[in-house]
């Protein structure tokens, strides 16, 4: 069974830079495609960004364009989302999950395993 864990939340201002990674302690989650959600208050849980098994595949959602980069190792069984120019409405607990299949998903139904979650909050 996978086990996703999610690191490197905290808080931060506005306009800087902030990395989220995932690890897999089972180490059985390299063939699936992977994902990062969020879910701030009072709203319910989005698709934030998604990879392939591979990496030859991603997906953002147009909130996070070209400001959010996901990218994955295999040999080390991580994902990370690369969040620059944060703004206060980034402010969520951010989700690390591992999809059903090795394509990207932009949906939760697409996504099996669910880390803890980490909070990352985005001051003005």
């Known amino acids: 069974q996978v086990q996703l864990r999610e690191s490197g939340g905290g808080q931060v201002e506005a306009g800087t830079s902030l990395t989220l990674s995932c690890a897999d302690s089972?180490?059985?989650?390299?063939?699936?495609?992977m994902g990062w959600f969020r879910q701030a208050p009072g709203k319910e849980r989005e698709f934030v960004a998604g990879?392939?098994?591979?990496?030859?595949?991603?997906r953002y959602a147009d909130s996070v364009k070209g400001r959010f980069t996901i990218s994955r190792d295999r040999s080390k069984n991580t994902v990370s989302l690369q969040m620059d120019s944060l703004k206060p409405e980034d402010t969520a607990v951010y989700f690390c999950a591992a999809a059903l299949r090795a394509s990207v998903s932009a949906t939760s139904y697409g996504y099996r395993y669910w880390g803890q979650g980490t909070q990352d909050t985005v001051s003005p």
């Open positions: 990879i392939s098994w591979n990496g030859g595949d991603t």
């Open positions: 089972k180490r059985t989650s390299s063939n699936n495609g």
